[in-house]
């Protein structure tokens, strides 16, 4: 991917080196006192109370400072910039399309853990969408587990797993996110992951429509970039992390799909550019 000198977003949030943490945040000796007297007072249970402290933190350092935002100065967080611009002007161009307006994503980046609106979560789950915030969340580090563990290196791999969220936040958009989580409030489990796998499947699809409009804006894909970002989709499909971690392929436990289904999907949606063929709902 010749990335370097393409435009840089700015909506990027850095909160790496930021420590964060579920009751790990720095309270002062008088406001730990503080809150330990309160529940002594109230009959609360004071880890409660302390959970509740560190929520309203959210979006800040340990040192209270809010996190600088702005294209980073560093190559991985530009990198992530310029793919992030080049998301914004791909989807402004669909939704005008559309007669509709986009709204883009913040993406915040982080080392280690992170508050979001949904929730404290750690690098461990891998990158994600918070459609309460409508913010992508990653942790850089990922890119060297892609690579490291899942053995798909390459920059359109990694351009991928970024397009793939804020492919869940088009779906917010669109309204889709919503329209699914009723229906798996009225499902059973098995239900609710077959549902799931639908709108992953779909942000495949929509990550490929990024990369083939994306593409024709920038003309930046190189020989076997593609195959890097199939290459990459297949490696973090629910079979193959089932046959990984040692246990039985079990398709009902699957939430993301197989590595066939979301190498297809992408595939589906780089060829076309359109979202009107990613609709992973109605096809078998
Ligand atoms: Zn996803």
């Given amino acids: 991917m010749r990335w370097k000198g393409e435009r840089e977003s700015d909506q990027i949030e850095d909160r790496r080196g930021m420590s964060v943490g ?13 809150v330990l007297l309160f529940a002594l007072l109230t009959g609360t249970d004071p880890t409660q109370l302390l959970e509740t402290v560190s929520q309203v933190q959210v979006g800040e350092g340990s040192s209270g400072q809010p996190a600088p935002v702005g294209a980073p100065s560093d190559e991985s967080g530009r990198f992530a910039a310029v793919v992030l611009g080049s998301t914004e002007d791909a989807w402004s161009e669909v939704f005008a399309g559309r007669n509709q307006r986009y709204q883009p994503p913040r993406l915040v980046l982080f080392s280690g853990a992170v508050q979001s609106a949904c929730g404290f979560a750690e690098a461990a789950v891998g990158p994600f969408y918070c459609p309460s915030d409508s913010q992508v ?13 899942f053995g798909a290196p390459g920059d359109f791999a990694r351009a991928y797993v970024i397009a793939h969220e804020v492919g869940h936040h088009v779906q917010n958009l669109l309204g889709i996110s919503s329209k699914v989580s009723a229906m798996q409030g009225r499902t059973s489990r098995e239900g609710a992951n077959a549902l799931s796998v639908r709108l992953e499947l779909q942000a495949d699809c929509f990550a490929g ?4 409009i994306a593409n024709r804006e920038r003309d930046w894909l190189e020989p076997g970039d593609v195959e890097e970002g199939l290459a990459a989709a297949a490696a973090i499909g629910d079979d193959t992390l089932q046959r990984k971690a040692g246990g039985a392929v079990q398709p009902e436990s699957w939430t993301h799909g197989s590595s066939e289904m979301r190498g297809r999907w992408l595939r589906r949606g780089l060829e ?4 009107d063929a990613c609709d992973t709902f109605s096809s078998d």
């Fill in 22 to 34: 579920r009751g790990g945040i720095a309270l002062g000796g008088g406001g730990l006192l503080l």
């Fill in 137 to 149: 969340y990653l942790d850089l580090s990922f890119f060297d587990e892609l690579d490291q563990r």
């Fill in 209 to 212: 429509v990024w990369g083939k």
């Fill in 272 to 275: 076309s550019g359109d979202i």
